[in-house]
C-alpha cells in the first residue's frame, strides 16, 4: 500500500505489522522517517533480517527509524532492529531499565546514526548504586562512539564524574538531562592510562559539588537540566 502514498514523508507503524517487504519498499518511497511505535498491546513478531534493512540503507541513505517504547505500566523492552538507521531511541515508560547489555547493543548497531538517547518519565524501579552494576562505563562508550548525538536524557543513578566524561568528550551533545536526586556526588572512576594527571584531578576535584559540575559542563556547551 505504501507505493499509493506518493508524497507521504513519515510512517508510524507497529514492528508487528513491518516485515521484509515492507522495508524493502521503503527504499523506493519519498518516506524520511519511520517510527516503530511500541506499546504493551504490542503483539510479539520477528525482527527484520539485518540484510534486508542494509539494503533498504542503500537505496535510501536518508531515511530514519525511530524506536519508541511507550505505555506506564509496560515492561517489555524495545524490539530492536538490527542495522536498522536507528536516529531516536524513546522509551516514554515508568518500569523501563538502562542495562549495560543494552546500552553496548546500541552503541554496536546504532553508533553511527544515534541523535537521541531518552528515557522519559518518573520511574518506578530500583536503580543499583555500585559503580559496576550501574551504567556509566557504557554510557560513556556509546556517548564517545556517536559522533551524532545530541540529545541525552537519563534517569538512572550517575555520578557526577560520569557527567563530566561525557560532557568533555562528546562535542556535538547540545542537551543533557539528568535527575538531581539520581546523581551521586562521587569521582567513582579509577585512574585511565588515556588521562594526563591534570584531567584526573579536574575529574576529582569538579566532581566533589553539584555547582561546580554545572558550571564545568556549561563550559562545553552543554545545556543541562535538571529533573526531580
Known sequence: MLDFF???????????HIDEDVVNLLGFTKIKTVVLYQDEYTCYCRRVSSRVWLDMRSNAP????????????????????????????????????????????????????????SYQMLPRVCFPKPFVERSDASL????????LLHTLVIRERISTATLLIISSTVKNLKYFC???????????????????????????????????????????????????
Do not use: H
Not at 560513556?140 to 559522533?147: D, F, I, K, T
Open 62 to 117: 536518508d531515511l530514519k527509524v525511530e524506536l519508541v517504547l511507550t505505555g506506564a505500566a509496560t515492561k517489555l523492552e524495545l524490539l530492536w532492529q538490527e542495522r536498522a538507521p536507528v536516529s531516536r531511541i524513546l522509551y516514554n515508560t515508568k518500569y523501563s531499565l538502562m542495562k549495560n547489555e543494552t546500552v553496548l547493543f546500541i552503541s554496536e548497531q546504532y553508533s553511527k546514526t544515534l541523535e537521541v538517547y
Open 140 to 147: 560513556v562508550l556509546l556517548a564517545r562512539n556517536a559522533p
Open 178 to 228: 539528568v535527575r538531581r536526586n539520581a546523581v551521586i556526588l562521587r569521582c567513582d572512576w579509577p585512574p585511565n592510562p588515556m588521562w594526563t594527571p591534570n584531567f584526573y584531578n579536574w575529574l576529582k576535584e569538579s566532581s566533589k559539588s553539584y555547582e561546580i559540575t554545572e558550571r564545568e559542563i556549561s563550559k562545553y556547551g552543554k545545556i543541562v537540566e535538571n529533573a526531580v
Open 6 to 16: 506518493f508524497n507521504l514523508q513519515m510512517l508510524v507503524i507497529s514492528p508487528s
